[in-house]
């Protein structure tokens, strides 16, 4: 079965870098795409940007330059660093599978999400 | 980017009863729209991939429709595991975009 989880701290000071992992299991990130969601207080949902099998990356352009998403094939994880955080990256992050075939363009397995308040 | 519109914000119905969500697309994303259930506390839910598509192991009780740059989701019987946030998403073009969610309850 396919499975995510995230990991990373749950508080960050503002300006400094968030840094988040997710571990995949029962599925290798060397196929699919794979992408990170967030979702802020009030219900708000964003695309943030994906991975894909061959290291290929795209990135909301909301976000500009400081977004990166690179990946650790030997441990299947991928990870999302946010650069220059405010309060306003406060969110639960959620690492998400893009699914085969005719669910390419969609995530079909999500991990729980790991929320993230930026807060001196 | 292209905005989804999603109505309503909440919603409160009781059991067995039609329930009804709409999403509008600011332009033409065909068929590439999916909705998504989430509980509180879990993630987000594949429902509906392709405008039409059941997604597997999804009760046949949603239905996803198109109209144009319209689509609906339609709970045909509500039941008790059912409330939850409902989004839509527009996988057309990227960035992929959120419709702002429906909170649905049990009245």
């Known amino acids: 079965e396919v499975q995510l989880q995230e990991s990373g701290p749950g508080l960050v000071k503002p300006s400094q870098s968030l840094s988040l992992t997710c571990s995949v299991t029962g599925y290798s990130i060397t196929s699919n795409y794979w992408g990170w969601i967030r979702k802020f207080p009030g219900n708000k949902v964003e695309w943030m940007g994906y991975i894909s099998y061959s290291g290929s990356t795209s990135s909301n352009p909301s976000l500009k330059s400081r977004i990166s998403i690179t990946r650790d094939t030997s441990k299947n994880q991928f990870f999302l660093q946010l650069n220059s955080v405010t309060t306003a990256d406060t969110a639960t992050y959620y690492c998400?599978?893009?699914?085969?075939?005719?669910?390419?363009?969609?995530?079909?397995?999500w991990g729980q999400g790991v929320m993230v308040t930026v807060s001196s | 980017d292209i905005q989804m519109t999603q109505s309503p914000a909440s919603l409160s119905a009781s059991l067995e009863e039609i329930v009804t969500i709409t999403c509008q697309a600011s332009q033409d994303i065909g068929n590439w729209l999916a909705w998504y259930q989430q509980k509180p506390g879990k993630s987000p839910q594949l429902l509906i991939y392709g405008a039409t598509s059941l997604a597997d192991g999804v009760p046949s009780r949603f239905i996803g429709s198109r109209s144009g740059t319209q689509y609906s989701l339609k709970i045909s019987r509500l039941q008790v595991e059912d409330p939850g946030i409902y989004y839509c998403l527009q996988a057309s073009s990227a960035p992929w975009t959120f419709g702002g969610g429906t909170k649905l309850e049990l009245k």
């Open positions: 998400a599978r893009y699914g085969n075939y005719i669910t390419s363009n969609y995530f079909d397995y």
